[in-house]
């Protein structure tokens, strides 16, 4: 998918990619803008992309290394090797999740998409947490768990926001259900300083990932922290575009799950159901928080419930993006429900062929398309190369239409492929050249045609030649009359 360029690559990922280029000569101290004015994401997506960047312009290089290669092999690997579950019910998860929304994660160039992978090395370092224990690894356990929430936060917001707060409040019922019933004040005493060492060392890590933030907002008068407590003092929603309702909210969650196990709402509320009761009742024989695998299960609901109080009283829009990482939580919920019960691991299992199945069936059989007829990164490319071919050592301007205006797909490949400085605000390319390629989707449509004469007059110029693309896309050649 990623190597034969089927991926999404306009807009956002686009403008994502050249502010990686541009930061490979200056270093930039922030990310993307953020759905609230004047607050940006953190800088540690650039970053990823730019390293990528070294070993290749191609985008396909940098999406592999930060985002495919990570959910494919690194992370499995260190999934595969939790011991406190079967394998059998780890590989039966994992492959679910990935045939489903895992695919889009690995493939889908865009930073929230990256926060799946901090999610679950948080739930690695959460398994390996007894705060009741002691040792050099306890410590070393909150610095990993401050520096994945720090990166979480930064590439993903208001999901990063609700996994701090899910975490805290994690803690806060691990101290609730175990610390206080210590009986002796010692006791009680040495677990409280653990618990400060350990809570100032993930504190402490937490905040060293805001470095970048904190050092830009020294240097521009503290404007996104003026816009972050302006909004959450306001009154009122400081976007003024209308998100999801409550119910769609509520259906977001259904719909997370249901993806994820492959089932129908009915159904896949149904079986979460079932295996919690079977969850319960042999739960009940074992100490509260002992193993590893209730440590997960309790700190997917702490961060679920988190989302769910956050995302309902929220008064600025929350959008189906928000969601991204909620099927990792239901993911790490059914693996410790179905590890309870032999069945139930086999019952999964064999669902989990039949799904994997009917996705390779799916998949093969659109291996015979043609991936230029699909608006993606090939396409693209394929255009940016035949109008650098047919310009040939002539001095050229390109116009895309684009209904969003910017076009940094175009500016990105055009730089990497044709050596060439093509603007993605065509309102900011001069106009007069006496070679100009415009690129439209339709020569009927009014606007278009209103794109194509404004930007190379119909007094001044001609159409010289026209492409039509298997995407859709119209090239015309546009040349000053003689």
């Known amino acids: 998918m990623v190597l034969s360029g089927s991926i999404p690559f306009w807009y956002d990922p686009a403008r994502d990619f050249l502010l990686a280029w541009d930061n490979l000569s200056k270093l930039t101290l922030i990310g993307p803008t953020t759905g609230i004015p004047g607050v940006f994401y953190g800088p540690y997506w650039v970053w990823f992309i730019s390293l990528g960047l070294l070993v290749s312009r191609d985008p396909r290089v940098p999406i592999m290394l930060v985002q495919t ?53 948080l739930f690695f370092i959460i398994a390996r947490t007894e705060v009741a224990s002691s040792g050099r690894s306890l410590y070393k356990n909150g610095l990993l768990l401050g520096i994945c929430l720090g990166l979480l936060m930064n590439v993903h917001i208001s999901f990063g926001l609700a996994t701090v707060l899910g975490t805290a409040l994690y803690f806060l019922l691990c101290f609730v259900l175990t610390d206080t019933r210590l009986k002796k004040r010692s006791l009680l005493w040495q677990s409280l300083k653990k618990q400060a060492l350990f809570g100032t060392c993930a504190i402490g890590a937490f905040l060293l990932t805001f470095a970048p933030f904190f050092l830009f907002e020294i240097r521009h008068n503290f404007l996104q922290t003026k816009s972050i407590v302006a909004a959450l003092l306001s009154d009122h929603a400081v976007v003024g575009v209308k998100g999801l309702t409550k119910p769609d909210i509520l259906n977001q969650f259904i719909d997370r799950l249901a993806e994820f196990l492959s089932l129908p709402h009915a159904i896949a509320i149904g079986v979460v159901l079932l295996l919690g009761i079977v969850f319960i009742k042999r739960g009940k024989k074992q100490t509260f928080f002992s193993q590893g695998g209730k440590r997960i299960f309790f700190y997917a609901l702490s961060i679920l419930a988190s989302i769910f109080t956050i995302y309902l009283t929220s008064k600025n829009p929350i959008w189906a993006y928000h969601f991204i990482g909620v099927d990792v939580l239901f993911m790490f919920i059914v693996l410790v429900l179905i590890d309870k019960s032999k069945i139930a691991r086999w019952l999964f299992f064999i669902w989990m062929i039949y799904v994997l199945g009917t996705f390779a069936l799916t998949f093969a059989s659109g291996l015979n398309r043609d991936v230029l007829r699909l608006i993606d990164l090939k396409s693209k490319e394929v255009i940016t190369q035949m109008i650098r071919d047919d310009a040939g050592a002539r001095e050229y301007t390109v116009f895309p239409y684009n209904p969003a205006i910017y076009s940094y797909e175009y500016a990105y490949l055009f730089r990497s492929l044709a050596h060439k400085e093509v603007s993605y605000d065509p309102g900011q390319t001069p106009i007069g050249s006496k070679l100009s390629y415009v690129l439209v989707s339709s020569l009927s449509d009014p606007l278009q045609q209103d794109f194509i004469n404004f930007r190379t007059n119909n007094k001044i110029y001609s159409t010289t030649k026209t492409w039509v693309r298997p995407d859709g896309t119209i090239i015309l050649r546009r040349e000053i009359k003689p």
Do not use: C, D, H
């Open 69 to 121: 290669i990570p959910l494919t092999l690194i992370i499995p690997f260190f999934f595969m090797r939790q011991k406190e579950f079967s394998r059998l019910s780890l590989l039966s998860v994992w492959l679910l999740f990935m045939v489903g929304y895992g695919i889009n994660y690995a493939a889908m160039p865009w930073n929230p998409q990256i926060a799946p992978v901090f999610l679950i090395l």
